[in-house]
């Protein structure tokens, strides 16, 4: 079974402060991992991705996640925060070896970005 | 369309009337997965589509919730004679040939936000 967990409900940084989401995960065999953000009345929307390879994965709008696998985490990060970052995180998980793919959600974590 | 599409994207109707949601897929995407988000909350995983079959029904709530996927492509999402607690945003995915050892991510439709009376 896979799990994924979003400790924070909540995360509030100042305009231009570093922004970090966590994410820490459960997989059998090798994990891929999965950011995606949600603004309101919207789908979610896909920001990055860690297969295999470079640690350190950069993606859209300037975020990037670090793969920690002894730490089994995958945090999201930003060097500079924006207020339009203001939305809501999920961090997702599959097994590679899974048949189909499964995603497994986590809670999601809520960023807010004051000016 | 680019992305995924669903329609309505909004839907008040009555507690005990029959609705239908629908997902058009992005094209070329063999694998569907429709799930719920009640309001504010993470995502419930409800089925999952590789062309027109469902191997996975694992997260229909009752039978009253039903899905097929005719010509591999649109789907449609049917909840019989709702209740006020099937109100939720429901929203669709699709992603490119999933499976083991597919890395794709799944891409989503922005939702039907379903108000049971």
């Known amino acids: 079974a896979q799990s994924v967990a979003q400790p924070e409900d909540q995360v509030n940084v100042a305009e231009g402060n570093p922004l970090t989401v966590k994410c820490t995960y459960s997989?059998?065999?090798?994990?891929?991992l999965f950011w995606y953000v949600q603004y309101p009345n919207r789908g979610l929307q896909f920001l990055l991705k860690?297969?295999?390879?470079?640690?350190l994965v950069k993606g859209s709008y300037g975020f990037e996640a670090e793969f920690n696998k002894s730490q089994t985490s995958f945090h999201l990060k930003k060097p500079s925060a924006l207020v339009s970052d203001s939305a809501l995180y999920f961090c997702a998980v599959r097994d590679a070896t899974d048949s189909w793919g499964k995603l497994q959600f986590g809670a999601g974590t809520q960023v807010v970005v004051t000016p | 369309g680019a992305g995924v599409s669903q329609s309505p994207s909004n839907k008040v109707t009555e507690k005990g009337k029959d609705v239908e949601l629908r997902c058009d897929p992005i094209s070329g995407h063999t694998a569907l997965y429709w799930y719920r988000q009640s309001l504010g909350q993470g995502l419930e995983f409800l089925i999952y589509f590789q062309g027109n079959s469902a191997p996975d029904k694992s997260g229909l709530p009752s039978d009253r919730f039903s899905a097929e996927r005719t010509g591999g492509s649109v789907s449609t999402l049917t909840i019989q004679r709702t209740q006020q607690e099937d109100s939720a945003v429901y929203l669709c995915?699709?992603?490119?040939?999933?499976?083991?050892?597919?890395?794709?991510?799944?891409?989503f439709g922005d939702g039907t936000r379903l108000s049971i009376l």
């Open positions: 995915a699709s992603s490119f040939m999933p499976g083991q050892g597919s890395n794709q991510p799944q891409h």
């Open positions: 860690y297969i295999t390879g470079d640690n």
């Open positions: 997989v059998s065999g090798n994990p891929y």
